[in-house]
């Protein structure tokens, strides 16, 4: 496949490790012409007549000039990353020395590579499928354990597994009914009916499984955003601080103390949760910063995933809550109740709360990781749904929902027992949204776009 675009039988080169400066550095090499290209500037061996998967220590030279003592890992084809003869060079981490042995390959015949072209020939040559593919940006862009192993997963073929075992079975009565047209005349039955009828339900349940998952998987990749909102001095910022275990916000007993919102990163339990810290809302102020602040905090609560309302259990009433709750709730916002200061709430003041109250003192950090516990199940719902495969990623999103429509497209046009030949092009649409995904039909435009957005080097 690689071969047929225009192009790709060069060899490329790019730095593998970050840009800057550090102890050493990693060029990648791939290409017909990589193992050659470095042999010629590698006199310590001759690496030509090396097997592949061996290391080599030695310098690098230009003519009689030492650029750098290297190490040499050499991975031939077709056993490397991306199925082609494959060079990496480490050498020491100096920014000069990384770009001088890059312009000196460049100069043997090696162009620089695109970003994710090192993934893309990978695919392209059959290492690895397009779910796969785009699983190795994920793992390189993974920052919780969640984010690592659902990355892993896919890389090793979980979601493409599911595809390729779905895709299979459709193929198979695909082709039945394509023979069936074959013996139009003759008026012949070669697929069971009953049979992928049960086969088509079983696929809908699948891919509508998979299609909600997106949920979860989109809060694992992307993290969940928790406004704290309230009223001025209920102590928004003061649980910022406990959350984090830290004084990132100001705190004060000055009412509207926090006029800009302030965000900050909690990890729990391997998922990222974007706290935003907001200024008081109240209904009547005439102070113009704390207006703007104000309608900055609403824009907030209507844009988070999660709403954390906080008010202090020594002024709110139960009338208070059960209005709050009400708006909340007709505006489709996931909230939960908060009552601080539960250290100087006065005994005898029965406070009832309409829904479930999770009642701290921020202060005193009294019952804060209750509170982290009760965000991570409003995020994550079931925990079990973590080893399951999810979905990350729109594009698939997106190919599954025009899967799935064509799919009840073939079950309806079953039902009202339409001819084979309107069922066969149902078939094929559906597969070929099935293989848009793992990449099996695809066009140059699309790897182009998708591979674009890896980083140079991978």
Excluded at 42 to 66: A, R
Aim: charged share 25%.
């Amino acid at each position: 496949m690689l071969g047929k675009l225009q192009g790709w039988n060069d060899t490329i080169v790019a730095l593998a490790t970050p840009q800057g400066i550090g102890a050493i550095a990693v060029i990648r090499l791939s290409g017909p012409q990589a193992v050659t290209i470095v042999d010629a500037l590698f006199p310590s061996k001759n690496l030509l007549e090396q097997p592949t998967h061996t290391i080599h220590v030695g310098y690098l030279k230009q003519d009689i000039d030492t650029i750098d003592e290297v190490v040499i890992s050499l991975f031939r084809a077709p056993r490397s990353y991306t199925g082609e003869e494959v060079v990496e060079i480490s050498c020491h981490g100096s920014y000069y020395i990384q770009q001088q042995i890059i312009q000196l390959i460049v100069r043997q015949g090696a162009r620089l590579a695109k970003p994710g072209e090192f993934t893309q020939r990978a695919f392209l040559n059959g290492k690895l499928d397009l779910v796969q593919a785009e699983a190795v940006a994920d793992l390189i862009a993974s920052n919780t354990e969640a984010s690592k192993k659902t990355a892993l997963k896919n890389l090793r073929g979980g979601f493409s597994g599911i595809l390729h075992t779905l895709r299979d079975q459709l193929i198979q009565f695909s082709a039945l009914i394509e023979l069936e047209l074959d013996f139009s005349q003759e008026d012949v039955e070669f697929a069971d009916r009953t049979r992928l009828f049960a086969l088509l339900t079983e696929i809908e349940i699948q891919v509508t499984a998979l299609l909600r998952s997106f949920k979860l998987g989109n809060v694992i990749k992307n993290g969940v955003q928790v406004a704290i909102i309230g009223k001025p001095n209920a102590g928004k910022s003061t649980l910022l601080n406990a959350l984090l275990n830290e004084d990132r916000a100001i705190v004060s007993e000055i009412a509207g103390t926090t006029r800009d919102t302030i965000e900050e990163i909690l990890n729990i339990n391997g998922v990222l949760f974007r706290l935003i810290d907001t200024a008081g809302i109240r209904e009547h102020t005439t102070d113009k910063i704390e207006s703007i602040g104000v309608e900055k905090s609403l824009e907030k609560m209507r844009q988070a995933d999660i709403v954390v309302y906080l008010f202090d259990l020594n002024t709110e009433t139960s009338e208070d809550i059960a209005a709050t709750e009400a708006s909340l709730q007709t505006q489709q916002i996931r909230y939960l109740l908060v009552g601080n200061k539960a250290d100087l709430q006065n005994e005898d003041v029965a406070f009832q709360s309409p829904g479930t109250l999770i009642r701290i003192s921020a202060k005193s950090t009294s019952n804060i990781e209750e509170l982290k516990q009760q965000l991570f199940q409003l995020a994550v719902s079931d925990p079990a749904l973590l080893s399951d495969t999810l979905l990350t990623n729109a594009r698939h999103v997106e190919a599954l929902e025009k899967v799935l429509e064509s799919l009840r497209d073939i079950i309806e046009g079953m039902n009202q027992q339409l001819p084979g030949d309107l069922i066969a092009l149902d078939l094929r649409r559906c597969l070929h949204f099935l293989g848009e995904i793992t990449g099996e039909i695809t066009n140059e435009d699309q790897l182009d776009y998708i591979f674009s957005k890896f980083c140079i080097g991978k």
